[in-house]
């Protein structure tokens, strides 16, 4: 059975998105600057062209995309406009929201509507996964299943900026304090890759 990962990129004061997000700002103010890394390569991965991450950050993107499904949050589907029905990792997505929207997910695309918790999410995602990783991808979300224990992995680009405002990855814990084991670090172009497993 896989991981449940969160891998995101965040400011060095804990930010993965800065103040006034929303669809007209997708990272919010200055939060752009979290995704700088990504294409401060040469190299292109896949057909995407803004995919180009440094050469030393390349295996650690790989190992990213490299999950059986994603489970996401409706703030950020909204911001990212759904993807188009098609989640840059190339694995289908789960969608938890109260509210389905009316594109982007059901048939012809690759998401899916869960209305009723992130326990059946994940049972969804187990399902079309087998042994891959399911990958976290939106903060509030990754905080449910931290405090309901579901969380394998944090997986950390930490960005050498400090936001001072926005969307605060590790808030609403219930739990606290919570111990994790660094299990890597890799130092590379304007970022430092930072894994965790999450101390049961
Ligand atoms: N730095 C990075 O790597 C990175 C990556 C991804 C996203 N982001 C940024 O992160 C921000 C969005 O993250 P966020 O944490 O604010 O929001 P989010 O987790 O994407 O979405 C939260 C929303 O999802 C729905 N939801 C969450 N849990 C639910 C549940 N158990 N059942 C039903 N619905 C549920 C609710 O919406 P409804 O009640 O409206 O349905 C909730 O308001 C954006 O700024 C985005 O650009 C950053």
Excluded at 17 to 35: I, S, V
Excluded at 59 to 66: G, H, N, S, T
Excluded at 177 to 182: A, G, H, K, N
């Amino acid at each position: 059975m896989g991981d449940v990962v969160v891998g995101l990129s965040m400011s060095l004061d804990g930010f993965i998105a800065g103040a006034n997000d929303g669809p007209g700002n997708p990272l919010g103010d200055g939060g752009a600057r979290l995704f700088d890394w990504w294409s401060a390569g040469t190299e292109t991965l896949g057909a995407d062209d803004r995919f180009r991450p440094p050469a030393r950050s390349r295996a650690v993107v790989e190992e990213m995309f490299d999950c059986g499904a994603v489970i996401t949050g409706r703030r950020t589907f909204d911001i990212a406009d759904g993807w188009g029905g098609h989640h840059p990792v190339g694995a289908p997505f789960f969608l938890l929201t109260h509210d389905p929207p009316g594109r982007h997910v059901g048939p012809g695309t690759d998401g899916t509507v869960v209305t009723d918790g992130i326990e059946s999410a994940l049972e969804q995602a187990r399902a079309v996964a087998g042994d891959g990783d399911i990958a976290v991808g939106a903060a509030q979300v990754a905080q449910q299943y931290l405090n309901a224990g579901l969380l394998d992995v944090v997986h950390l680009n930490l960005v050498p900026v400090l936001l001072g405002a926005g969307v605060r990855l590790f808030a609403n814990l219930k739990r606290h304090p919570r111990d994790l084991e660094c299990t890597r670090v890799v130092e590379s172009d304007g970022v430092t890759h930072l894994r965790y497993r999450v101390m049961k």
